[in-house]
């Protein structure tokens, strides 16, 4: 590393050089990051990758018996807020606890019927997950159970190849199978730290996606609310439409088709219990304090549907209901788990998706209401308690759950603290507008998942979105913005001319930023680009009668980092650019741009008067210098050719 | 927009007041981008994705018959070279003509064999793709002909389903075929713009899947070396040494191995012609002069060991030879080509990986050779010119044809100027290693092509490739850096602690650059790193006894690009600070990012003293503000809640 100190002692003696020039102006020397070795670095980068939050920063300076009460509370968090229960939260928490119960009874049938499940799977569900929830979660408001469009796609998915009414101990092994591989996916993320994966299903992406989900889910009710028999067994708009309309009648061999026949009895009590659940839900949104009734509708409708089935069900047979639950606790099913076979591809494929989508609710719920209490939520500490709650759940009986948004939001309210579905629900519209309306790309995501998810299929629409996602950033690399700045007169401040009219280009200087990392994807774009930027300049200069260019400065603030097609890029710019006698100048490269350079020695090729702090003293550096030497880029680059290597 | 110029407004009736209290100090607004409509934002958007070197440039301010003309050259360079070509240019065109002509006999002889094609099919491809070439091409150094490597894929490719030997005519019309497809999608890539696909090989891939597919290609060779009778079908390391060493008898019905035949006779020819080669290239490297020596050597090796193996052809049966060749021109193939059943899939997919192949060798050849010497090459041009050349191909009987790295490297050699190869073949070691000092996450991706290639297959070698690639980009994306800031004294510039020994922290102040855009795949991170910072600083100022902390500024300068999450992870931010009683300002935020903090109503949301255009500013206006309120951030902090949509 002799050359390298070297380097920055030939820059600082040149710039004792200048100063003598041009007095009273400093130059500052460019650094170099302190020295790292290898493995240093790579230490530093996989600690960045897998543990940006430093999480065991508790443990530093701990006595041995602190660090192993800290050690048991990180591992399981009831350990942290058990000793500081107080009585006085029991009142609060029994009342939440039974909002929640009645609205998880309703839920867990109608979800476990979306997963094509026996409901009583429903119910186990709301039961044995949530307790191992509650040992090992973080989140103090998220309430745990089957959610809508997780429970849809298993359905969807499963019944694509093993029928459930056909084969229905087989499915119910498969589900549990399945169940199973997602909280073993869930909970391997959490434990590889790889909690980032999640990330790529982006906010705009949900917006669409759980729109179209839940467009599906609703079309989905419309068999139960006309009372259809006869129903698609598929999930997108097209088929689920048809079959609402036209009844295929395969019984008869013949592929005749006919109007489907809906049951009015069916209807009429289907519609009553829609209205008084949505005057519920309107009263208890105008009334916060009434947020319970809103919770208390679907039991209610429940029990009152019970009811007048049982006294009915003599007068009607057109009225189909579920029949007897079995009694008792979950009963284990870990014997019903399926390692082998045929079908465990299915099973393991199913789990990997539900697991992808319920994590991403869950842990999405979770932080909405941990930013809402501003605490914060340790995303690979949940995906691990996820993961493990419904590794537990299949083992009894469970099929997959997660974080609740709709009952973590009755918990919230039942903490009687304020009603904030209203603040948080915003409808899909409004978001979807305020997509268009801020960044257009996240708004196409946003069309491209929910079309997707409508018309193409579930699983597919999740793959779209991500797609879209990754696009958008790769589209954003590989066509990087790049300016011309101007000097703000009276500063040292430079600034793009477009944007602020007082910024006025120094003559014989063409400064351009580049605003993104230099890569292998963009660097035949940006030497394409800033080619034309000097041709566009140098016509510029010959109508207005400028004084001709002299100097390209590369402002290199943003460029973030550089690979080796980018350093290939700088060396053959520059060797572009000398042969029409024009300088090129860097500007203020960051930490790791400078190492890249100087490994790869691009520095001493640039030689002494390649690279600046910033614009400014680029900028005085070098007119200070053309005023001492008039014909100076010839005369006094001392530069070497670039070492390049090439196919 | 009233809100944009009364919001602009405000900014500078607030620096008046703050002038007031630190006279001579000027403050400077932030201002919007220069307002566009949707319509033309896409508009220069799409313009910069499709159109970054304004290909129409010259066109500008012409006469109609100018222009007509100018059209004329843009769509076949031979207008523009044809006119101005002089008699004395006609000598050495001559020489490297035949010194090309020399190499391709040997050579479209060897790789239509690598393809499993009839020898004819090579020559003919070294006759028609060069004069298509010379009509529509625009690189001057190109020479055209067949590649070892898209050869070798080809033939591995198409083999896996359809037996050369068995079916040679259906596999001949799938060669063709596959051709004709590799041409469409090149001229497609051409036509629609997209040239920057191919930008996702980068040169670390480049390097490890070349020097993997060159290993896979000397490995094939060994059958013909060694005189060995029964070679396997496959292209992988193992598989190709197994069957050099060992002999699965599958005649006998037995799975019996025993050890592979080897001729003698084939060997001790193939070795003396090898050292034959070697020896004169060895000599033409040393002396530029004797270029014509190594690209005549394979010429005269073919014609010895015709002649020798038609003097012996009594005496020995064990040097297989080729055979008769048909003579005359190329004949028409085009209705050989298989538009329609089983095999159509295979062979568009081969089209395509054949296609991207050569497509990326031919385009980096005619860069390479452009960068020498100092001319430019367009590379959507190329592709069109490359696409239309294998279509036509595809109909005369010629197989996939690019711009040949050897062929190309004789011809400029033989323009007599320098010799060029030894400049630019520098071994592949050699690029190794300058990836592994340079960028160790290149040097991964080399190596991940370089063994995915020998060890899995050719195309899935490829594939990872490109994931590799894609992957580097998004591990920069998800995990950006982010470091404290300090001021250098004595000036206005703010710099990396780490870095600089000369910078020192601002009391009360956090300074933190932030060096990526603010996406949906790094927000959660960039919110977990900042908290985790400033749980760092507070750390640091208890130790060091400082003045507590009172203010973030975040240096948005490296911050080229937010999204919707991106805006909802500030606004989140900021909650959270002020939940704790500390400022949260943003400095220099670039053109885009400005528009959508004003699009997203964050702008309004931060408040008066929200945004600065220097971290200089923001330091001095805050700290005076500071001074003569001392209570300031309670008092005067003029916000509005921001406006925030979940689910």
Redesign the interface.
């Known amino acids: 590393m002799g050359v390298n100190s070297n380097r920055v002692e030939d820059f600082s003696s040149h710039r004792i050089t200048t100063e003598s020039v041009m007095p009273g102006m ?1 130059i ?1 020397t460019v ?4 020295q790292k070795t ?1 493995l240093q ?2 230490k530093q980068r996989l600690s ?2 897998f543990f ?3 999480p065991l ?1 508790r443990f530093k300076n701990q006595t041995w018996r602190k660090k192993l009460l800290l050690g048991l509370q990180f591992l399981f968090p009831i350990f942290q807020w058990a000793p500081e229960y107080r009585l006085k939260l029991l009142r609060s928490d029994i009342i939440s606890g039974l909002t929640i119960a009645s609205l998880a009874i309703p839920q867990g049938i109608s979800y476990a019927k979306l997963a094509n499940l026996p409901p009583i799977v429903g119910l186990y569900s709301s039961f044995v997950p949530p307790l191992i929830y509650a040992i090992l979660g973080s989140s103090s408001h998220l309430a745990v159970g089957p959610v809508s469009i997780a429970s849809l796609i298993m359905g969807s998915m499963l019944s694509e190849t093993v029928s459930p009414k056909d084969e229905p101990i087989l499915y119910l092994k498969l589900a549990f199978t399945a169940t199973f591989f997602a909280g073993l996916f869930q909970a391997s993320l959490g434990l590889l730290r790889l909690g ?1 994966i999640i ?9 669409g996606f ?1 729109s179209g989900a839940a467009v599906i889910v609703s079309l989905q009710q419309l068999k139960g609310l006309l009372g259809i028999s006869h129903f698609t067994s598929k999930m997108q708009f097209i088929p689920v439409m048809s079959s609402v309309f036209k009844h295929r009648d395969e019984a008869s061999g013949l592929l005749k088709c006919k109007e489907a026949f809906w049951s009015w009895q069916t209807i009429v009590m289907g519609f009553s219990f829609l209205v008084f659940m949505l005057t519920t839900r309107h009263i208890s949104m105008k009334r916060a304090k009434l947020f319970w009734l809103s919770a208390a509708a679907p039991l209610t409708s429940v029990i009152l549907s019970t009811l007048l089935v049982f006294c009915l069900r003599s007068k009607t047979h057109e009225i189909s209901f579920i029949g007897h639950l079995p009694k008792g606790l979950n009963p284990p099913s870990a014997n019903m788990l399926y390692f082998s076979g045929p079908d465990l591809e299915l099973a393991i494929k199913t789990g990997i998706v539900t697991g992808i989508l319920s994590l991403t609710e869950g842990i ?1 719920v979770g932080r ?1 209401f941990a ?1 809402l209490k ?1 605490y ?1 939520v340790d ?1 690979n500490k949940e995906m691990m308690a996820i993961g493990l709650m419904n590794m537990a759940g299949s083992c009894s009986s469970c099929f997959v759950t997660t974080g609740s ?1 709709s009952r973590s939001a009755v918990n919230y309210n039942a903490g009687a603290q304020t009603a904030v579905s209203n603040i ?3 409808t899909a519209v ?2 979807a507008y ?2 268009w ?6 708004f196409l995501a946003c069309m491209c998942s929910f079309f997707g998810v409508l018309f193409i299929s579930v699983p597919l629409g999740l793959g779209i979105a991500v797609g879209v ?2 696009f ?10 790049s ?1 011309i700045m101007g000097n ?1 007169k ?4 430079y ?2 001319l ?4 007082e910024a006025s280009r120094v003559p014989s200087f063409l400064i351009l930023a580049i ?3 230099i ?7 940006l030497q ?2 800033i ?2 930027w000097i ?1 566009e300049e140098d016509e510029w200069v010959k109508e207005n009668d400028g004084s001709p260019l002299k100097c390209i400065i590369l402002d290199m ?2 460029v ?2 550089i ?3 980018g ?2 890029f700088l060396c ?1 710019l520059r ?2 650019l000398e ?1 029409r006698s024009l300088q090129l100048v860097l500007a203020n490269p ?3 741009v400078m190492e ?1 350079l100087h ?2 020695e691009m520095l001493d090729s640039f030689g002494l008067n390649g690279v600046y ?2 614009v400014g003293e680029a900028v005085a550096d070098i007119s200070a210098l053309w005023k001492s030497k008039p014909d100076f880029p010839k005369d006094c680059n001392e530069t070497r050719p670039c070492i390049e ?3």
Do not use: W
């Not at 650094?31 to 302190?34: D, I, M, R």
């Not at 990330?199 to 917006?207: E, M, P, R, T, Y």
């Not at 009276?490 to 401040?493: A, E, P, S």
């Open positions: 400093e500052h650094c170099l990051s302190p290898t670095k790579l960045e990758i940006p939050d430093d920063y980032f990330d790529f299903l982006s906010k705009a992406n949900l917006v759980m999405s909405t930013a501003n914060q995303g948004f948080v629900m915003a409004l978001a305020r997509l309306k801020v960044d257009k790309l996240d996602s990754v958008k950033i790769l589209l954003h690399v590989t066509r990087p913005n300016l703000i009276g500063t040292q401040i600034h793009s477009s944007r602020y009219k605003e993104s990392p890569y292998f994807a963009n660097s035949t774009y394409e680009r080619l034309r041709r603030t943003a973030t980092a690979d080796t097609s350093i290939d053959e060797k572009m042969e960051v930490g790791s890249k490994q790869s702090l910033a290597t090439k196919r």
